[in-house]
């Protein structure tokens, strides 16, 4: 069958078959909707018209611990933002069109395409073996807009895992098996019923309701083992989450309610061409009811966002192994 595009929106330049490009994201972690690889080192992320304000109107000190939003597609609308990506602002980003519907595409079936999208940098871009971390940033995860369930849903939530304590909770978390690193991969975390026995010499994957069951002592366990690193890559993870945390002491009147920190680190470290500051590379991600100077009708918040600040503070300590 042949794809059944109505929506024609073109990124730039010529046309490419959307079977060829549009693949499924590989890396994902975590519970979002599904993302879509596209060329160039880019993410198709079906979002809220929400989260696509928040990038255009993102206060200039979170965008250094935002991934990169080249493009925002509203319907058929397709914008191109000022601080895209150099291959976009280079016009190397081959045409993508996106269709308006997915009937008959072998690949993309069953998946609802959204009215609106961004286009992210991808952090796993270029490496080889990506373990990959999403940690949930913060003790309060509803926006202002949530509805009174929806509220007492996600606080409940909060309240009954380490997001409340200790600002963040495990959402997703992927380590690959590699050969030469198999020693790292000691079965050495074992959490409560719900997580599984790890064989060694496989790929280590907990979910976001295995993270939702964690007490402290599993967090603490699971996210050591993802930094099983060599020591130079951990100088460096510790070096961006201060950054990170800097940051956001200076994030005055931002609230990043529900949004995650997602850290990626290239696990082949032998064989990866990669520079050591990029075998790191981690973001803020996940804007859609995150918040500052009345968004949309949002409260205004005065002062630095204590929950999330308190995660970075947790995951240095674990960092820094002071536990
Ligand atoms: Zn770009």
Redesign the pocket.
């Known amino acids: 069958m042949v794809l059944n595009i109505k929506r024609a929106s073109s990124l730039d330049g010529a046309t490419i078959n959307v079977q060829d490009v549009l693949k499924p994201f590989d890396h994902q972690v975590g519970g979002h909707t599904p993302f879509t690889s596209l060329p160039?080192?880019?993410l198709l992320k079906p979002c809220e018209e929400r989260e696509i304000l928040f990038y255009q109107k993102m206060p200039k000190i979170l965008k250094s611990i935002a991934p990169?939003c080249?493009?925002t597609i509203q319907g058929s609308s397709v914008s191109t933002l000022d601080d895209?990506?150099?291959?976009?602002?280079h016009h190397q980003?081959e045409n993508v069109v996106i269709p308006e519907s997915i009937e008959g595409s072998p690949i993309l079936n069953k998946r609802k395409l959204s009215k609106n999208f961004i286009?992210l940098?991808d952090l796993t871009y270029r490496m080889k073996s990506p373990r990959i971390l999403d940690l949930k940033l913060g003790t309060r995860q509803h926006g202002d807009q949530a509805t009174v369930s929806k509220i007492a849903c996600m606080t409940a939530k909060c309240q009954a895992t380490t997001s409340a304590t200790l600002g963040i909770r495990l959402c997703g978390m992927k380590i690959p098996f590699l050969e030469q690193n198999s020693q790292n991969f000691a079965p050495n975390f074992a959490p409560n019923s719900a997580a599984p026995n790890f064989a060694p010499k496989s790929e280590i994957s907990i979910n976001k309701y295995m993270g939702r069951s964690m007490d402290k002592t599993d967090l603490f366990l699971a996210v050591k083992q993802f930094f099983d690193v060599p020591e130079a890559v951990l100088e460096e993870v510790e070096r961006r989450l201060l950054g990170i945390r800097d940051v956001l002491c200076g994030a005055d009147g931002v609230r990043l309610f529900g949004a995650s920190l997602l850290i990626v680190i290239e696990s082949n470290f032998s064989d990866s061409q990669l520079p050591i500051d990029n075998l790191v590379r981690i973001k803020v991600v996940d804007f859609a009811n995150a918040t500052f100077g009345g968004l949309q009708g949002d409260s205004f918040y005065d002062g630095r966002d204590d929950g999330s600040i308190l995660g970075l503070e947790t995951l240095l300590e674990i960092v820094k192994g002071k536990n």
């Not at 895209?84 to 602002?89: A, D, G, I, V």
Request: charged share 5%.
């Open positions: 160039n080192g880019h990169l080249c493009s895209s990506c150099s291959n976009c602002r980003l286009v940098s």
